[in-house]
């Protein structure tokens, strides 16, 4: 049996806006089943990791490819990369007035997994359990998209979006900033559903370890001005938690 | 595909078929006091009527353009390249199998008799000058509900047409109000007595076929005491290179208690002028609501007006306005506050989009005696690219400082992160176009009849598709 493709590949990524670079050679392997999280600083190019993956128009790639199951994502569009299975989980999500949650989540479902898939009972039953874990109200459905929620409505939003994607490669960037510990108990408990136990992959965008206490990373990366310097499993992540990032960077700087 | 290609791609009109001409009776083209005696000597009309028409006609004739306004569009306007009266069949059926089939079978296109059978209590289908059908449900005329063309309205009820015909809009009230009643042809004459509550719609579908066309229907609403209807309507009109006219009058007469609902959902084709005026007078307890949205034309230029002459009642103005390449939608609302305890609501939606331009022209007033008014002004343009406008005149004149205003006011612009969130979630640039646009306007499809929504999104779906395939 030949092994798994990895659910993404990303092989020696540069990239920036304009002219400068913010990307400097990124690898990095996930394969089917595991998560992963990237930790860094704000600024070390974490976010800009996630929009490349999904294909944000502001940014230029210069070098390197981004798989998804051995496919070449880069010359695909958003909503393409979405339909093949990846999603990303807003830092900042926008908030789109006059649009109706249920009647959204209904349309993305049909983009995504087809028509059929966003019919039926089947799919109301899935949406009401995913909402039952989320602990999100049914009058939800009757609200506009992220349209005057707060910090925490959006973020069980965007997991109760992922639970119903069911995409092959989730990134979630930082899905844990602006909740509280509740809060981040239960979109982990989201994140848990959507990805263990299948072939999908999962990348955690976070600058705390909080989270990965309750969603159990394989691996952690750490980035810093845009390269992975340091690679571990979930020990590394407690350890940034005590030391901070200070080492590392004078790690990277004495082996440039 | 940029994000600025799906912006610039011109949405295609749907309903700019024409049939060939069979025109029963044609007039020339050309506009005389003349012309004006002869519509009204082909009507045999009252000589009231014909000499009403003639003064109109001269107040017209000397009065000028206005001078506010897009002015070099309206200035483009050849007053003499227009034809006043056209007639492509010569009865107003009751069965649309009697309807000559041409006429039918654009009717059909557009979805009329299928409205009819499912929905609605009253239909008439006007084609250039002549309503050719028109039904009513037996039940509603058995309560007393008349429901007709203008022109029957007129030779079956004189009386009740000579009381209130331009009480509302005088034919001074201005140039296009003055060239409606010179010519007037068509639209509805409504009468709903004390009681009686009209529980489905009715409908009026407004058809331009022939070329350089003139389209003048009057329209007269009386909903006297306590009573209740819903009156809606739709219009379209071949694509030509040349120009037509659409010119209407709409009075509606609210008496106390009494529930007028007015919606319009305009979707001319881009080389018709839309010069209306529409207003309604509200007396004790009444409510007038005009649900007004703008999709086609070349040029808009319509103001929904409500008179608050009685204590206590009630105006809304919810519209929405959609402007496209070298479409400009001059739309807003006037409402009076005459009397103590009244209040009012304007809601109005814009979009502009490949060049468009959209305009907010509100007037709202207080008179010194009305005490405890409630106003409430919400204006929201969109932008959906460079080089496309919107521009707001609001006026609010309160003489009574017991008033309670509220004015809110908001251009935005679609962002690209709104757009690349949508993407996000599988849907391609112009369906998450689409969904940003229809989402604005939901606040006003909320409040049209479920058909009607379905068929403005439908529309505004049309809009925001590319040409790209």
């Known amino acids: 049996m030949a092994p798994d493709k990895p659910v993404l590949e990303i092989s020696n990524l540069h990239a920036g806006i304009d002219d400068t670079a913010i990307l400097r050679g990124i690898n990095l392997e996930i394969p089917p089943g595991e998560i992963h999280a990237i930790m860094g600083r704000n600024g070390s190019g974490k976010t800009t990791t996630a929009n490349i993956i999904m294909g944000h128009p502001d940014f230029d790639i210069t070098d390197g490819t981004v798989q998804l199951d051995g496919e070449d994502l880069l010359d695909m569009e958003p909503w393409e990369r979405a339909r093949e299975g990846v999603f990303l989980s807003f830092q900042y999500p926008q908030a789109v007035p006059g649009l109706q949650v249920g009647n959204f989540l209904r349309k993305s479902v049909a983009a995504i997994r087809g028509e059929d898939a966003a019919k039926g009972a089947e799919f109301r039953k899935t949406l009401k359990d995913a909402m039952t874990e989320l602990d999100i109200d049914k009058s939800f459905l009757g609200r506009y998209v992220n349209d005057g929620f707060s910090g925490g409505e959006k973020k069980r939003f965007e997991i109760l979006q992922l639970m119903l994607l069911q995409p092959k490669l989730a990134i979630l960037d930082e899905t844990d900033s602006g909740l509280d510990i509740d809060g981040i108990r239960t979109v982990s408990k989201g994140i848990n559903a959507a990805v263990r136990g299948t072939d999908s992959g999962a990348l955690i965008i976070t600058h705390y370890s909080r989270i990965l206490e309750h969603v159990q990373p394989d691996k952690v990366h750490v980035l810093i001005k845009g390269k992975i310097v340091k690679s571990g499993g979930p020990e590394l992540a407690l350890e940034l938690e005590e030391r901070g990032y200070d080492w590392l960077e004078t790690e990277a700087e004495n082996s440039a | ?469």
Not at chain 2, 367 to 386: F, G, R, W
């Open chain 2, 1 to 469: 595909m940029a994000a600025t290609e799906a912006r610039e791609a011109v949405g295609e009109y749907e309903a700019g078929w024409h049939d060939p001409e069979n025109a029963t009776v044609r007039f020339d083209f050309g506009l005389s006091e003349q012309v004006v005696r002869d519509i009204s000597a082909l009507k045999n009309e009252p000589e009231w009527m014909t000499e009403l028409r003639v003064k109109a006609f001269h107040h017209f004739d000397s009065r000028p353009m206005p001078t506010w306004g897009n002015m070099s569009m309206l200035e483009e306007i050849d007053f003499d390249a227009i034809c006043y009266y056209l007639r492509s069949s010569d009865a107003t059926e009751k069965d649309w199998e009697d309807v000559p089939e041409d006429i039918r079978n654009t009717f059909d296109k557009l979805g009329i008799p299928e409205a009819e059978q499912k929905w609605l209590s009253g239909v008439t289908a006007q084609y250039e000058s002549e309503a050719v059908y028109h039904s009513i449900r037996e039940d509603l005329e058995q309560q007393g509900v008349i429901f007709l063309d203008m022109d029957s309205g007129l030779r079956e009820y004189p009386e009740l047409v000579k009381e209130w015909f331009c009480s509302v809009v005088p034919y001074q009230d201005n140039k296009f109000s003055a060239l409606n009643t010179a010519v007037w042809s068509g639209g509805s004459f409504i009468y709903v007595p004390k009681g009686v509550h009209v529980e489905m719609p009715v409908q009026a579908y407004f058809r331009i076929n022939a070329k350089n066309m003139g389209q003048f229907e009057r329209t007269l609403i009386i909903a006297d005491e306590g009573s209740s209807i819903h009156y809606v309507e739709g219009c379209t009109a071949p694509t030509y290179s040349t120009d037509s006219l659409h010119s209407a009058v709409v009075e509606l007469i609210a008496l106390p208690g009494a529930h007028i609902r007015y919606s319009t959902v305009q979707n001319w084709s881009a080389n018709v002028y839309n010069l209306v005026t529409k207003r309604g007078i509200a007396h004790e307890n009444a409510k007038i609501e005009w649900v007004d949205g703008n999709i086609g034309s070349k040029l808009t230029m319509k103001y929904p007006a409500v008179i608050l002459k009685g204590e206590g009642s009630h105006a809304e103005v919810i519209s929405v306005a959609y402007s496209g390449k070298g479409q400009h939608q001059d739309a807003g609302a006037k409402i009076h506050h005459l009397a103590s305890n009244t209040t009012s609501k304007i809601l109005s939606k814009s979009i502009s989009k490949d060049g468009g331009r959209g305009s907010y022209r509100g007037m709202v007033s207080v008179s010194p005696k009305a005490e405890n008014c409630k106003l409430n002004v919400v204006c929201d343009a969109l932008i959906l690219d460079e080089g496309s406008r919107s521009d707001t005149y609001p006026t609010m004149e309160v003489a009574n400082p017991s008033a309670r205003c509220e004015h809110e006011a908001s251009v935005s612009k679609v962002s690209d992160e709104q757009v690349f969130y949508l993407m996000s979630r599988g849907h391609s640039e112009e369906e998450a176009l689409a969904m940003i646009v229809n989402g604005f306007f939901e606040p006003f499809t909320r409040e049209l009849p479920m058909e009607y929504a379905v068929e403005l999104n439908k529309l505004m779906a049309l809009e925001m598709e590319g040409s790209i395939g």
